[in-house]
């Protein structure tokens, strides 16, 4: 059932390079420039915005926005202390340390707090409505440039069960689980719970610029079907060794969430061994390494997972349209809350179709209200494999 993973299968790879400086700036300017215009326009009240040019308006909301986050970034770190403060407190009295915790106490419901989307959505299926679940990641968020607020380390110090994938794009984790005693609490890495491979630099995709030194693992483990079940079992254990009383409410909702899961593996599996094909294309960065290997597709993407980067070069563009065209690709993926410039350009260039394979790193924030689900998304994304490889 389980394909095994071979020594042949783990390859080298380059590791993506968060600490890319130029990079990482240009992306964060990006992001500011984004939430710049998708808020209102700046107030036109007393701060004078109205009366400036749009340019200098655009300018001096942008610094403010660089001014505010610095600020918020410091407060972090000063609530960071004042926790690490209030949990000593906490150890020598029975009292709450604060509001926050009384009130959890109050409603007497197990508190579990993920990092991201697909954890967020594991603990869901294990808990149903016995617990009150926390996503760090405000939806339709980028992930991998993700800090925690303070109300967010309030909410790791406060809650019961704290759920993270351990990868390079969560490092904040290790700062916080180094000054926030959370010792009382279970801490689930899910890296620990899954075989893991690197990622990998296929043919035709852009590295980073900047090598660091070691190798990291491929963080994006929740793409293979298989190793959801193998995080939503670790998450169980978690769950019920924080609150043993519902232990067999929670085993049971597992066992059915893993039915559902080898369903959707055998679906996939009969996809594949069915396709005329078994080469996947991105234009865009590849997050699916443990999904590939698990139902042995072949694939060429224009960046490895965690790229920072998100404009492709020429040569990068034109290799895709090459292997499109001559392998008569008939879709070109691109991945959820992305850019799609570069997979329309190669629709345009090739005539295969644009489509969304769903990497269930988040999920807009109708989605979010709406329910919607991993098992949800790995449906759809069915059939928009099914129609790749025919
Ligand atoms: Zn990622």
């Known amino acids: 059932m389980i394909a095994p993973i071979t020594a042949a299968s783990i390859r080298p790879r380059q590791r993506h390079s968060i600490a890319n400086m130029p990079r990482l700036k240009n992306s964060l300017r990006n992001i500011i420039i984004l939430e710049g215009?998708?808020?209102?326009?700046?107030?036109?009240?007393?701060?004078?915005?109205?009366?400036?040019?749009?340019?200098?308006?655009?300018?001096?909301?942008?610094?403010?926005?660089?001014?505010?986050?610095?600020?918020?970034?410091?407060?972090?770190?000063?609530?960071?202390?004042?926790?690490?403060?209030?949990?000593?407190?906490?150890?020598?009295?029975?009292?709450?340390a604060n509001?926050?915790?009384?009130?959890?106490?109050a409603d007497g419901k197990l508190k579990i707090v993920s990092t991201l989307y697909a954890p967020y959505d594991f603990a869901r299926a294990v808990t149903g409505d016995?617990?009150?679940?926390?996503?760090l990641l405000p939806p339709a968020a980028e992930s991998h440039s993700f800090e925690p607020t303070p109300s967010d380390i309030i909410a790791i110090q406060n809650c019961d069960v704290f759920i993270y994938i351990g990868g390079e794009s969560e490092e904040w984790v290790e700062r916080i689980l180094e000054s926030v005693d959370l010792s009382s609490k279970q801490v689930l890495s899910l890296m620990d719970s899954v075989s893991l491979v690197e990622e990998?630099?296929?043919e035709g995709m852009e590295e980073e610029d900047e090598e660091e030194e070691g190798e990291a693992y491929d963080e994006h483990i929740w793409t293979s079907p298989i190793n959801a079940g193998y995080m939503t079992t670790a998450i169980c254990d978690a769950v019920k060794a924080a609150d043993p009383a519902n232990a067999e409410f929670y085993?049971?909702?597992?066992?059915?969430?893993?039915?559902?899961?080898?369903?959707?593996?055998?679906?996939?599996r009969s996809i594949v061994a069915s396709a005329a094909r078994k080469t996947i294309v991105f234009g865009d960065r590849f997050p699916f390494r443990y999904f590939a290997d698990e139902y042995g597709l072949d694939y060429y993407?224009?960046?490895?997972?965690?790229?920072?980067?998100?404009?492709?070069?020429?040569?990068?563009v034109a290799f895709l349209i090459d292997k499109v065209n001559d392998e008569k690709i008939p879709v070109i993926f691109h991945i959820e809350?992305?850019?799609?410039?570069?997979?329309?350009?190669?629709?345009?260039?090739?005539?295969?179709?644009?489509?969304?394979?769903?990497?269930?790193?988040?999920?807009?924030?109708?989605?979010?209200?709406?329910?919607v689900t991993y098992l949800d998304l790995m449906s759809r994304n069915l059939d928009t494999l099914r129609e790749a490889l025919m």
């Open 37 to 96: 215009t998708l808020k209102d326009p700046p107030r036109k009240t007393h701060d004078g915005f109205s009366e400036l040019p749009r340019i200098e308006r655009d300018a001096r909301f942008i610094a403010q926005h660089l001014i505010m986050k610095k600020i918020l970034s410091i407060i972090s770190i000063l609530l960071l202390v004042c926790i690490m403060g209030s949990g000593c407190n906490a150890s020598d009295s029975e009292q709450p």
């Open 99 to 105: 509001g926050a915790e009384s009130d959890a106490a």
């Open 130 to 135: 016995r617990a009150e679940l926390t996503m």
């Open 200 to 202: 990998e630099i296929v």
């Open 251 to 268: 085993d049971q909702n597992t066992r059915a969430y893993l039915e559902k899961l080898t369903e959707l593996d055998a679906h996939f």
């Open 301 to 316: 993407a224009a960046f490895p997972g965690c790229s920072t980067e998100t404009e492709a070069s020429a040569a990068t």
């Open 337 to 371: 809350l992305a850019n799609e410039d570069m997979a329309n350009t190669i629709a345009e260039a090739t005539g295969a179709k644009p489509l969304l394979l769903h990497s269930c790193h988040n999920i807009t924030r109708d989605e979010f209200v709406g329910g």
